[in-house]
């Protein structure tokens, strides 16, 4: 504990943003910030997040590389969660909650007054820790986010959202004939593929995954695992994650949290083999969690 206490702001980056090297840009809360990097989808410069007076985040700064998954990992109550729905303003539904410093996706503010939301939940759409279908039939499920977003103009088009969608998930042969049942009547698991289909359908460019998971069984777990390898390919993905051993199997990059601050975020191979920080060390060991 002493030693978080003791850590310096610089000793919380991660080592690209504390190139000297990095470009400044205009943020949105007056603090110092610095540029994304070259191949960033998202980054974050000095953001904290607050729930009135509880300080849940503190000053992250962090690039999310496109086309990998960053995973987020670390202790209860690090702020793992906090950080991940600040990526795409699910924060602002909460009562009290308040992001400062900056987050940009492709170098765009996405805390600036121009910025629908909705739009930028359709391009950073999210899946949750239990799967969470909509009480419609499963086509429906995933043509509700099209139609809403005018993305399909026939019947014809809209078939095809939902099949390739559907396919993307992997998930389409199991239902192909069962399109008018409800979603909410799959497995767990076909379920939470079924969200990932419906997060899927609307073209996102970031999908967060926040403990996806954590509800279902090791087989369950295990196609969404190869899933999630499969969907880096065409989108960038960040995991909220319990399971170390998920991390190392799922990520190119780790991010190690703990008690609201970013201790580290390399390769993760590097975080689980050769951690810079301590307290990763400490973390992955199993000495504390
Ligand atoms: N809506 C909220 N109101 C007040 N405090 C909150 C709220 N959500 C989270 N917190 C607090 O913010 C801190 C970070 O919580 P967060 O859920 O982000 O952590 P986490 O690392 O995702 O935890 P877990 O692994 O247990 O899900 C915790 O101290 C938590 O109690």
Redesign the pocket.
Known sequence: MAMVETMTPEQTRTPETARPDATRSEGTAGSPLVGPGEDAKVSARDCS?Y??E?H??KGVSLDIKVNEVTA?I????????????SLNRMNDI????RVTGLIALDGEDIYARKVDVVQLRARVGMVFQKPNPFPKSIYENVAYGPRIHGLASTKDEMDDVVQSSLERAGLWTEVKDRLDQPGTGLSGGQQQRLCIARAIAVSPEVILM??PCSALDPIATAKIEELIDELRQNYTIVI?T?SMQQAARVSQRTAF?HL?NLVECNDTEQIFTNPLHKLTQGYITGRFG
């Open positions: 997040v729930y009135g509880k849940a985040l987020f670390g202790p209860s109550g690090c702020g793992k969660s906090t950080f991940l729905r909460i009562d009290g909650a926040d403990e909220v319990h949290f609201g």
